[in-house]
C-alpha cells in the first residue's frame, strides 16, 4: 500500500498528491456532517443547507417539495414503495433520501438516456430508456416522479411522455 502511495506521489507531484488528500478529507467531513444535520422535517432551506447543500441549493430546493411530499404519503402507508425517477440524471431522488435516512422505505429506479450519468448510481437501481417510451410494465410503481425533464423532450413527444409517466404508475386513492 505504501508503495502505491509513494508512486502516486511520484506521478503527481507532491503539491497536487496533498491537495487532492485534502479535498478527500474535506469531503468525507462535510459527508458525515451532512448525513448528522440534514434537516427531517419541511423543506426550509437554512443555515445547515447553505453550509452542506451549497452547490446543490437548486436540487435541494426542488426535491424538497418532493420529499415532503413522499414523507407524508410514506407515513400514511408504512410499507416499503417503489419509486421510478424519470430523467434522473444521475441519483437524483435517491441522493435526497440517503441523506435524509428515508431510502430504505423505498425501492428506488432511476431512469435516463444518458448511461454515462446512470453509471455512477449507487443507490437505487439504474435503468437505461431510449425516448419517451418506458420499458415498464402497466401501473408498476408507486410513485413517478420527473424533475427537470420536460424542457429537454422534443414538443411533439411530450404528450406520449406524459402517457408513459401515468401508464407505469400505480392507480391509488
Avoid at 123 to 133: E, I, N, R, T
Amino acid at each position: 500500500m505504501m508503495k502505491s502511495i509513494l508512486q502516486k506521489i511520484y506521478h503527481l507531484g507532491i503539491a497536487k498528491s496533498i491537495l487532492i488528500a485534502m479535498d478527500s478529507i474535506v469531503y468525507k467531513v462535510i459527508f458525515f456532517f451532512r448525513a448528522v444535520l440534514y434537516r427531517r422535517s419541511g423543506d426550509y432551506y437554512g443555515i445547515k443547507e447553505a453550509v452542506f447543500w451549497s452547490k446543490d441549493i437548486t436540487a435541494f430546493l426542488r426535491y424538497s417539495k418532493i420529499l415532503k411530499e413522499l414523507r407524508s404519503h410514506q407515513q400514511s402507508t408504512k410499507k416499503t414503495e417503489s419509486i421510478l425517477e424519470v430523467g434522473a440524471g444521475g441519483e437524483g431522488i435517491a441522493r435526497f433520501l440517503k441523506y435524509s435516512g428515508d431510502h430504505k422505505k423505498y425501492k428506488i429506479f432511476l431512469a435516463d438516456n444518458n448511461p454515462l450519468s446512470l453509471d455512477k448510481i449507487k443507490l437505487g437501481q439504474a435503468v437505461l430508456v431510449k425516448g419517451v417510451d418506458l420499458p415498464f410494465e402497466d401501473n408498476k410503481f408507486d410513485t413517478v416522479i420527473s424533475v427537470d425533464t420536460w424542457e429537454h423532450i422534443n414538443k411533439v413527444d411530450r404528450a406520449n411522455f406524459i402517457d408513459e409517466l401515468k401508464r407505469v404508475t400505480k392507480k391509488t386513492l
